[in-house]
């Protein structure tokens, strides 16, 4: 085990991560960052309860989220990676902004902001590290009401 090689993999596994919304990369990158099922806790900004869901079925519910909104732009940084032979656990901070076309924006606040925390699990695959769990824990959010609105639209 080569435990700067792991880290390395975990950090950029959260790259990836991001990169699905922000790139739009829906087909090829969720397959390389999530082990089927996952589980997901967006609680705090999502108001739902922790789940446990099978790959697909989220891959066509971020593609049906992200469709909405004319960019996003998710910056991951500041990660403590924690090993324990193959498993890890990955807290990093996280500012994700969400901008929503000016018409939906109708004149007013056009971005949803979220900050806060990713605690993380993953466990090494024979393909590699994957994501296990996400769990997003917001600190601050600005005009949480355009996450409804976009999706609305």
């Known amino acids: 085990m080569d435990v700067v090689a792991d880290r390395a993999e ?3 596994l959260l790259g990836h ?3 699905i919304a922000d790139r739009k990369r829906f ?6 960052v999530f082990t089927d099922p996952l589980t997901l806790d967006f609680g705090s ?3 739902i309860p922790p789940m446990t869901t099978p ?21 991951v940084t500041g990660h403590v ?17 969400h901008w929503v076309p000016d018409e939906v924006a109708a004149g007013g606040p056009n971005r949803w902001l979220v900050v806060g925390f990713y ?8 393909d590699g590290w994957r994501l296990s769990r996400v769990q997003l824990t917001s600190a601050y959010q600005e005009n949480p009401h355009l996450s409804s609105v976009a999706l609305a639209a």
């Not at 049906?64 to 910056?75: G, I």
């Open 119 to 126: 605690d993380n699990e993953a466990v090494r695959t024979a």
């Open 81 to 97: 990676v924690e090993l324990d032979g193959d498993r890890a656990t990955i807290h990093a901070h996280v500012r994700a902004e």
């Open 10 to 12: 975990l950090i950029e």
């Open 27 to 32: 087909d090829e990158l969720p397959g390389r």
């Open 17 to 19: 991560y991001a990169d």
């Open 55 to 75: 790959l697909d079925g989220y891959v066509e519910v971020l593609r049906a989220s992200f469709a909405h909104y004319v960019a996003t732009h998710h910056v």
């Open 45 to 47: 900004v999502a108001d």
